[in-house]
């Protein structure tokens, strides 16, 4: 049975690669070079459509674990980004053309998959498929998807608020409270009115992300970023996300003149988002103007906020650990549209899918990496049913299962990296022996 992979970017070739180097065919549908997407500019498969670096190349980063893991399951974007490398330090940055020249080669000169260059505008409703049409997929497959999961759990616009680490945040100043005095399930950073009139003033003053040409600033009125919101005046943040109502803090005894929500983000409560602070600001300047919030000081960052065009389902609503849609489970759903960010994460998703979608099609049980991998810790986020307003996510080290120790800080990738590889192996050998 001939495996059909909609979408030729980096999760759509790895999902191919994989599928053939088990012995599986493939359809691959790939409409460049005669539809482009809005961000797209050549005809080549897996074409990065921004920054030519794949992040961090050290193991004890959880991006460098990722790309390790990528690895031992013989990934052809990892392949081709070691053979079209160029310098970058401790990143691994290619040269755009060269690796995605690499890949089309590969992909079109495979014996196994025949490749089409057409817009696929309707799902097949039968055989084994992948979707991975990633950040920008088009209205009428976009139509047609929302028809085939039955609900309003197709997304348009991300709008990702800050998550900083809980252990670095200042809890002398911080403290824990709900409004009303209704429980603890908040940390609030308050704020006197000239700590506020210095975050407000920075805010403003702050460097923004421009818009893509193809982006609707209209869109976000529903949704706005923090800093839009501070332009409507000076009160609107002490009357929206800011508000102080219900809380006191513990320190004066009063109630604050405005306050930070930070809400938790994970079970292990190693991650807690900023309420509300979904913004276009550069990171550099979200981590030098949330700084300015007493309590966040020394604040590390491990997800920036951010807002853009970028097409994604509820995967805790919708996918299953194999990366299956629920409702439909002939289909598969792979990329940036799974609700993971990133280049390595896209191509990452792309792998598990290709070895599920061919384990279908053989009657085979379907597989899924263990949390401790930085594959399985993606997975967990999609598909935490716990998480109502799911947002995509890069991978980082909150999405792992703690390590049930306090370990210092600088050890603690290393750790994470040791029992993941480990854990990998064994993962592979339970599988495939
Ligand atoms: C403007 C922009 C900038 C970005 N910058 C970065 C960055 O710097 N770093 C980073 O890590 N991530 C970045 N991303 C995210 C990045 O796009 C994704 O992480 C990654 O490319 C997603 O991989 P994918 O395979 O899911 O989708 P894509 O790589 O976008 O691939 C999807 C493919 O499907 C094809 N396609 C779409 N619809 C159809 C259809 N109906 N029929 C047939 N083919 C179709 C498209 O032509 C495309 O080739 C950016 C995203 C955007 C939109």
Redesign the pocket.
């Known amino acids: 049975m001939k495996i059909t992979i909609?979408?030729?970017?980096?999760?759509?070739?790895?999902a191919a690669w994989q599928v053939v180097k088990q012995g599986g065919k493939v359809i691959l549908?790939?409409?460049?070079p005669k539809?482009?997407?809005?961000?797209?500019k050549t005809p080549y498969?897996?074409?990065?459509?921004?920054?030519n670096?794949?992040?961090s190349q050290a193991v004890n980063a959880a991006v460098g674990l990722l790309k390790k893991e990528m690895q031992c399951l013989g990934s052809l974007v990892m392949e081709a980004a070691l053979a079209t490398a160029v310098p970058a330090g401790k990143a691994l940055a290619v040269d755009r053309t060269l690796f995605a020249q690499y890949i089309t080669k590969k992909i079109s000169r495979h014996p196994r998959i025949e490749i089409r260059h057409?817009?696929?505008?309707h799902i097949p409703r039968s055989g084994i498929v992948i979707i991975?049409?990633?950040?920008?997929?088009?209205n009428?497959?976009s139509e047609d998807l929302r028809r085939l999961t039955g609900k309003d759990y197709l997304h348009f616009y991300d709008a990702i608020a800050p998550i900083v680490y809980a252990e670095s945040i200042n809890m002398e100043i911080a403290f824990r409270a709900s409004r009303y005095g209704k429980g603890e399930d908040y940390i609030n950073c308050p704020m006197d009115e000239k700590e506020y009139d210095r975050f407000y003033e920075a805010l403003l003053k702050a460097e923004r992300v421009p818009l893509?040409t193809?982006e609707k600033p209209h869109f976000f009125e529903g949704c706005l970023p923090i800093e839009v919101m501070a332009e409507r005046g000076k009160d609107t943040l002490r009357f929206g996300p800011m508000k102080p109502v219900g809380l006191t803090d513990p320190r004066t005894g009063k109630q604050p003149y405005a306050v930070v929500q930070l809400r938790q983000d994970n079970q292990e409560g190693t991650l807690y988002n900023m309420v509300g602070f979904q913004t276009k600001l550069k990171w550099t300047e979200q981590k030098r103007v949330f700084r300015l919030i007493p309590g966040l000081e020394q604040a590390e960052f491990a997800r920036y906020g951010s807002i853009?065009?970028?097409t994604f389902i509820d995967a805790p609503r919708l996918l299953d650990h194999y990366l299956r849609l629920k409702p439909a489970p002939h289909i598969f759903i792979?990329?940036?549209?799974?609700g993971?960010?990133?280049?390595?994460?896209?191509?990452a998703?792309?792998i598990l899918a290709g070895i599920n979608a061919w384990r279908l099609g053989q009657n085979k049980l379907l597989i899924s990496p263990p949390p401790t991998t930085a594959l399985g810790a993606l997975i967990s986020h999609l598909t935490n049913i716990v998480t109502k307003n799911f947002q995509p996510m890069?991978i980082n080290w909150g999405l792992f299962p703690s390590l049930g120790r306090q370990v210092p800080k600088k050890e603690r990738g290393k750790l994470y990296a040791t029992r993941a590889l480990a854990d990998l192996e064994r993962w592979l050998k339970d599988c495939y022996e």
Do not use: D, W
């Open positions: 909609i979408g030729g970017g980096l999760a759509g070739v790895e549908y790939e409409m460049r539809k482009f997407t809005p961000a797209h498969l897996a074409e990065l459509v921004c920054s670096s794949l992040r057409e817009e696929v505008k991975a049409t990633g950040p920008l997929t088009g009428s497959l893509h193809f853009h065009r970028n792979a990329g940036q549209l799974s993971v960010e990133g280049y390595v994460e896209s191509a998703t792309g890069n």
